[in-house]
């Protein structure tokens, strides 16, 4: 007997491969979706970024950020740039994109049909060498049937992946900026510091000078000692302050080997003339920010594996098998065919699993992800006007410390070394205006740093990337797996 299979189902979903070849073209594409990650994020950075994914683009990448190192001395757009180009990590999270469009990729394709072939009556006395073949070729017609929804759930996952790629890029480039803003704040700490120390080291070796003489007592000598010494340990933390922070950026660029030699400014910019007007950051925000488009896809993903869950609730495997049965008999030494055609139906009976706890569990995916992506709107809204609200506030401040504070103190100093010559004020007073000077400088530098942080991150807040998002998840794509110079 010889018994062969076939699968009607494979008639039905011909249409359905035709009607996927368009997508699979993109997703087949080995930088499937790094155009959209491309012109979003040189909207949000005014860079450009690259996948590399060959040796030939490895050394172009290699030889774009040589040049740009050339300077030495690197500006906050180079370590940007260079970050964008040359940072591995960021090259990682692009291979996800790649991997989310071999996914959407493979949900074009249809099962391959299981074939199973058996010999019976093998060496059966005065028969051939077998008396029966069979033969069976199956497929899940269930998978046929929610075909289209797994392409769609699988092409809202990819899109997601564009987005979330986007905002890795994004956030790369927010937190480079951030970090060559706090070194160069670092170092130019550190140099106003050493004129303080020089300073204490003057007061420290004349109170010596002064005690050798009596004209100072001790106390008064080992105050000013104990200020030098208290001074050379605060410059010391600094500088290593600046040399971590450096690390930083070093490290976001993904730099190595000599090329670690590169320099920054030895002070931050001044501040501008004026500010920037966002009296619309909020809706920028909400039409812009890659973090809130990804929620709204993965509200998507969740309520497509809704409607396939209840698509599937009752049945969870069912094969349909047709095809004919051959039969061949010898009889007086004449050999007779008999063909038989057979159709066959195998599923699962839901006698103990209506799919009821299925249901439900996806129903609250959808819940949670629908609450947390309003969550985020919400969000979204309070971290643009707070991020413009910090932008204009520490301006005010910045501009405080150097318009009025600095100013006083330099006054004050002048006076001080007036009445010095004029032998009414002593030395040590002198000393003691010159470091409320210093310190009145180190409060401006760092308003300044503040200010100039707070312009890197209107950025973020319009198009995302802010700190804490490196991973790329939001808490709605669980939801949605739930459910399915110087220095």
């Known amino acids: 007997m010889s018994k062969m ?27 499937a979706g790094f155009s959209t990650v491309s012109a979003r994020t040189a909207e949000g950075t005014g860079k450009q970024t690259v996948w590399v994914q060959n040796q030939q683009q490895a050394r172009a990448v290699s030889a774009q950020v040589k040049t740009l190192m050339a300077k030495k001395t690197i500006d906050v757009e180079t370590a940007v740039q260079v970050a964008l180009l040359n940072n591995k990590g960021l090259q990682a999270a692009y291979a996800d994109l790649g991997d989310s469009a071999a996914d959407a990729w493979q949900s074009t394709m249809l099962l391959n049909p299981t074939v199973g072939i058996g010999f019976n009556g093998i060496g059966t006395p005065g028969l051939e060498a077998f008396n029966s073949i069979e033969g069976v070729i199956a497929t899940n017609i269930l998978a046929l049937a929610t075909h289209q929804r797994n392409v769609d759930i699988a092409d809202t996952n990819y899109r997601r992946a564009q987005l979330a790629a986007a905002q890795r890029t994004l956030q790369l480039a927010a937190d480079t900026r951030r970090a060559w803003i706090n070194t160069v704040a670092a170092w130019e700490t550190v140099a106003q510091l050493n004129q303080a120390q020089s300073a204490a080291d003057a007061a420290s070796e004349l109170a010596q000078k002064l005690g050798e003489t009596g004209a100072m007592t001790k106390g008064s000598q080992a ?37 670690i030699d590169y320099q920054v400014a030895n002070r931050l910019p001044s501040l501008p003339k004026g500010l920037m007007k966002k009296d619309t950051i909020e809706a920028e925000a909400l039409q812009r920010r890659v973090d809130l488009q990804m929620a709204k896809l993965d509200l998507d993903a969740t309520a497509k594996s809704y409607k396939l869950t209840e698509a599937t609730r009752y049945v969870t495997d069912l094969e349909l098998i047709g095809g004919f049965e051959t039969e061949r008999e010898r009889e007086d030494g004449n050999t007779k065919h008999e063909t038989t055609a057979i159709a066959e139906l195998e599923f699962v009976i839901p006698i103990f699993d209506s799919g009821k706890a299925r249901m439900r569990k996806a129903e609250l995916a959808y819940m949670r992800a629908a609450n947390l992506l309003a969550e985020k709107s919400v969000n979204v809204r309070s971290e643009a006007r707070s991020a413009y ?9 910045a501009r405080h410390y150097r318009n ?34 210093v310190n009145s400088i180190l409060l401006a530098v760092n308003a300044k740093r503040d200010f100039w942080l707070s312009e890197a991150n209107l950025a973020p807040a319009i198009y995302g990337g802010g700190a804490g998002a490196s991973s790329g998840t939001t808490e709605v794509a669980a939801a949605a797996d739930s459910g399915g110079g110087g220095h």
């Not at 609200?389 to 401040?397: F, L």
């Open 404 to 437: 009025n504070v600095v100013p006083l103190r330099t006054k004050v100093e002048e006076e001080s070394l007036l009445t010095y010559n004029g032998m009414i004020t002593n030395t040590f007073e002198l000393l003691a205006d010159s470091r409320e000077k």
């Open 5 to 31: 299979t076939f699968k009607i189902a494979i008639a039905i979903a011909f249409p359905l491969i035709l009607a996927g070849c368009a997508s699979t073209t993109e997703y087949a594409a080995k930088d």
């Open 389 to 397: 609200q910090a932008y204009r506030a520490n301006y005010d401040i």
């Open 223 to 259: 105050r000013e000692h104990v200020f030098y010494a208290e001074l050379a340990g605060q410059t010391a933390r600094a500088r290593l302050d600046a040399r971590l922070a450096k690390e930083e950026l070093t490290r976001l660029m993904g730099l190595w080997g000599s090329d």
